[in-house]
């Protein structure tokens, strides 16, 4: 019997379209015939999600976990962001626990402070019966108020905000200092699919547990603290979650979430007796490991063991720095700082890096911190070494005070100063296995560069996308500064930290960056997409004036609410051009999208600006 392509059994099928790298590719043999048809629909488009994205886990409706899923990662690859302060009018929010809308919300009032509020974010969505159908949370600390958004996408948009603050809590005093949105299936009880909870700890000591619904609010849970200042704080994914809270400087306590009494189950001093040093943050690398940032220390990362008994016990592992880029912090007896009088630092945020399907290992085997000497440490507790890899930016070495992970592809870092948001490559085992410009055509131009394991057929283009991919600095800025009341220190907003960052899944095209005053949303998109992610389609709001051309319409963009920002990609030599992003305008029909261009057509690089790089 004579054997075809058509007659091959699925499982030889499924080998051969692993080894696709283009989506059209997939997309042209479902065209073939019936056969092929119902196998890349059924089959075929679920194996291209988990073999070219191994590391991000999606919803079943894999069609459009594809869509989605490539056009973020050519976005990323051609620096395509869209960018807007987040913002809401008084009419449109409820302030609880009074349920009513507020008179004026006080965002840009002075209310005492010298400074803006420094706000610490939490998101996450939920999946509805199609990919387009689904609800997202919002939630940040502004000062002493909680600001809540709750958005569902189905036929339409509803938003609805909500204000949080007690009578009795004041700016200062009882700031927000960690924030935690509880999913729904962490409820103990039937949940109402409208409600919200949220655990909120604050300065002044108090760690509660809020329920929210409608115009309402009450404290279902008021966890023991002693009144020492909660430093931070984190929930694990468990279905019967853990509380893991940084009080004053030296104490982690561990707390039943769902404990009627809100006593802790079990408490560990993180700080030696007679040490300097303090508890920056908390994190669990998996529902049994918690990760614990600290400093000054010579040994600044703490992993514990979650005991069957949910006691801490000693550190399972202490990580260093491991090499002399470490800040030296001295006593005033001129000593070491460190444990061991070795080059002390300090490490604030902590993630872990999911399980990869290609990889192997298990959640939280890898995990990233950022360090005081703006180091970027990729760890594995695999490994006997003190961290496996290193990212640093040549040309900025402020500390990290926030970071974001993509599964294993990406990920983001806020520095220090300058509101500066880091764009990185991870490049690990498990992680990225697409690359768009496998889509395009080669490029007619000489190669100047030697090819690594490609044929004598590739080009500088598809060289450059796997080999030469540069990490970037994201000048992230609100586009107004708030009221005039605050003049004082609107020069400082500038030069803001990025205090947060938060995006509601591995798969949502969207991140929420925290700066002073202010949170940004950033959306990995272009305008010149020709199929955006399908969940930009469903969004209000089109303005079809605006790079409508040949390219569709950038719904839910809105041209007087855009940022225009600036980025430099990463360089030892520092004399890399700083572009800037130019204002919507429309596209002419005769526009030609730059097919072979690491940058987005929005990108330009102003003269005046690129003088001082050369």
């Keep these: 019997m004579e054997s075809n392509f058509m007659n091959l059994p699925i499982e030889l099928l499924s080998h051969i379209v692993i080894q696709i790298d ?8 479902a065209l073939t015939c019936r056969r092929l048809y119902t196998f890349v629909e059924r089959d075929g488009f679920r194996l291209f999600v988990q073999n070219k994205f191994p590391s991000i886990q999606t919803p079943p ?15 990323w690859d051609r620096k395509a962001f869209v960018s807007r302060s987040i913002t809401f009018k008084d009419s449109d929010a409820i302030e609880i626990p009074w349920g009513k809308p507020p008179r004026m919300w006080k965002r840009g009032a002075v209310r005492a402070q010298t400074m803006g509020y420094q706000p610490v974010i939490d998101s996450y969505q939920e999946m509805g019966d199609s990919w387009i159908s689904r609800s997202e949370t919002l939630a940040w600390g502004a000062g002493a108020e909680l600001i809540l958004r709750s958005t569902k996408l189905t036929d339409r948009l509803d938003t609805k905000w909500m204000l949080y603050q007690e009578h009795e809590q004041k700016d200062g005093k009882h700031d927000i200092t ?5 999913r729904p299936s962490q409820w103990l009880a039937h949940h109402n699919e409208d409600a919200t909870q949220v655990i909120i700890g604050r300065a002044d000591g108090s760690l509660d547990r809020v329920h929210m619904v409608q115009d309402q609010s009450r404290v279902v849970i008021k966890y023991a603290t002693d009144s020492r200042p909660v430093r931070s704080a984190a929930v694990n994914q468990s279905s019967i979650p853990l509380l893991a809270a940084g009080l004053s400087d030296d104490t982690v306590a561990i707390y039943d979430v769902n404990s009627e009494t809100g006593d802790p189950v079990g408490e560990t001093s993180v700080i030696p007796s007679g040490k300097m040093g303090r508890t920056w943050s908390t994190r669990f690398l998996n529902h049994k490991r918690l990760a614990v940032g600290l400093g000054p220390s010579s040994m600044p990362i703490h992993i514990y063991e979650i005991a069957p008994d949910r006691v801490l016990a000693k550190p399972l592992r202490q990580f260093g720095s491991g090499n002399a880029d470490a800040q030296l912090f001295r006593n005033d007896d001129g000593a070491s ?9 300090s490490v604030y945020p902590i993630v872990p890096l999911g399980a990869s399907s290609s ?8 995990f990233l911190s950022g360090w005081f000497s703006g180091a970027i440490r990729l760890h594995d507790l695999r490994s006997p070494a003190s961290y496996c890899a290193v990212f640093d930016d040549p040309m900025d070495n402020s500390p990290i005070y926030s970071l974001l992970a993509i599964g294993r592809e990406r990920f983001f870092a806020g520095a220090g100063r300058n509101c500066i948001l880091k764009g990185f490559d991870l490049r690990v085992a498990g992680g990225r296995a697409y690359f768009a410009a496998d889509a395009s055509s080669c490029v007619n131009e000489p190669r100047s560069k030697k090819p690594i394991k490609l044929s004598d057929s590739c080009c500088n283009y598809h060289y450059s996308s796997r080999f ?6 994201l000048y992230v800025r609100p586009s107004s500064i708030p009221s005039s009341s605050r003049v004082r220190y609107r020069d400082r907003l500038d030069w803001s930290p990025i205090y947060s960052l938060s995006s509601p899944s591995a798969y949502s095209p969207t991140v929420y960056a925290g700066i002073e005053d202010s949170i940004i949303k950033i959306d990995l998109r272009s305008l010149t997409d020709k199929h955006p992610d399908p969940v930009f389609e469903r969004l209000p709001d089109p303005l079809s004036k605006f790079g409508r051309g040949a390219y569709g319409n950038p719904q839910g963009i809105l041209a007087a ?11 030892t030599t520092g004399k890399t051009p700083l572009m800037k992003q130019s204002s919507f305008a429309p596209l002419p029909s005769t526009h030609k999208v730059k097919e072979h261009s690491r940058w987005d057509e929005r990108w330009e690089m102003p003269s005046n600006i690129n003088k001082a790089f050369h």
């Design 22 to 29: 283009a989506v059209k590719t997939l997309a042209s043999l």
């Design 61 to 75: 409706y894999w069609k459009q976990a594809v869509h989605a899923l490539t056009s973020a990662s050519k976005a």
């Design 178 to 182: 960690s924030l935690n949105l509880l």
């Design 337 to 345: 700082s460190g444990d061991t009088g070795d080059l002390a630092s």
């Design 359 to 366: 990889a192997g290992g298990a959640d939280g085997d890898l």
């Design 468 to 473: 030469d991919r540069r990490n970037f600095n």
């Design 561 to 571: 609410d855009t940022l225009n920002l600036a980025i430099q990609e990463q360089s």
